[in-house]
């Protein structure tokens, strides 16, 4: 091997303006900042992109020198299997699992779905979100949206049983799903649970706080509970059984691909059902977790929608249907 065969990772931060703005129960946003890492080897370039988000205490900053901290090891032949106890799950690991994975499916010519034994994805429907807002505001975005089969809709606490029924006189037709990033309490969480079933919604995300969830132990679920920010990787799933019905797998959460896959194995043998999710986010970020829409039952990839820009080669987007990555955008 010559000096020019030796891995050499790169990284960056990119900054994504969003068309609008992008409202949950945490705050607002007007721009995604995610960081890309880059392995060179030869003439091959692997790529991998992450969106640190501060409820797990991450910054751009903090994940963008996790990521150059782990240049010499990858140098000296670093692979992906070795990153996932080099690094702790997280944003900046999913960053590099990506971009190896990138770099072997380039160097071997195949795809990656094929490199790793998993069926192919297809072309897939993904949810479209409605940002947070007052009932009016977010009715008139769904009344826009209504078109679209599955809309997924930010909740917030105080106001959610108003902005459940108006979005749902908007959209009649679309499925709808709700997510209300821990805003609820165990003092209202029956009552929005009946509000979502009035309205035929068909799944709940996070009603709860992570740390504060027993209660869905201890109720009847009228409808389907998944969870996001209660669920990480693996080790987080056996404590979940009884309190949810489904996971949202994201890379971001997973530390990549890697363990994002055999997470989402794990969590089918145990009874739950998948949902892939992501960040606000360009196509090079939702690119990998389309290996996992074969296993899911929701799919929620909707990320570089909901920007002014994408980066280049991004996923094709047909109204929410979503298609798999050409190799030019990754794997």
């Avoid at 992109?49 to 963008?64: D, I, Q, V, W």
């Avoid at 959610?160 to 037709?173: G, K, N, S």
Wanted: charged share 20%.
């Amino acid at each position: 091997m010559t000096s020019n065969d030796f891995p050499i990772l790169n990284a960056h931060v990119a900054r994504w303006p969003i068309a609008g703005s992008f409202t949950i129960s945490r705050g607002a946003k007007t721009e995604a900042v995610t960081v890309i890492a880059e392995v060179l080897q030869g003439a091959t370039v692997g790529r991998g992109e992450c969106a640190p988000y501060p409820r797990y205490g991450e910054t751009p900053e903090a994940s963008l020198s996790a990521l150059l901290a782990m240049q010499e090891a990858v140098a000296a032949g670093l692979d992906r299997n070795a990153l996932q106890a080099a690094m702790p799950p997280g944003a900046a690991r999913n960053a590099l699992d990506c971009a190896l994975l990138d770099l072997e499916a380039k160097r071997s010519g195949r795809r990656i779905w094929d490199l790793l034994g998993r069926r192919a994805p297809e072309p897939c429907v993904t949810a479209y979100t409605i940002s947070l807002s007052t009932p009016d505001v977010m009715a008139k975005a769904a009344a826009k949206a209504a078109h679209r089969p599955l809309l997924k809709i930010k909740l917030g606490g105080d106001g959610d049983v108003a902005r459940i029924a108006a979005v749902r006189e908007a959209a009649p037709q679309s499925q709808l799903i709700v997510d209300a990033n821990e805003a609820w309490t165990e003092a209202n969480l029956e009552a929005n649970l009946a509000a979502c079933t009035a309205a035929g919604v068909t799944l709940v995300e996070q009603p709860l706080p992570a740390a504060a969830d027993e209660a869905l132990g201890r109720i009847q679920r009228p409808l389907m509970v998944c969870a996001d920010e209660s669920v990480h990787d693996r080790s987080s799933l056996e404590a979940l059984r009884g309190r949810y019905d489904a996971v949202n797998i994201k890379l971001d959460k997973t530390g990549g691909l890697t363990e994002a896959l055999a997470m989402a194995d794990a969590a089918r043998a145990l009874g739950f059902d998948i949902m892939v999710g992501c960040m606000v986010a360009t196509s090079l970020s939702m690119a990998p977790a389309m290996l996992l829409t074969p296993l899911a039952r929701f799919v929620d990839l909707d990320g570089p929608l909901l920007l002014a820009d994408d980066c280049d080669h991004g996923l094709h987007y047909d109204g929410s249907l979503v298609y798999p990555p050409d190799a030019a955008l990754w794997g």
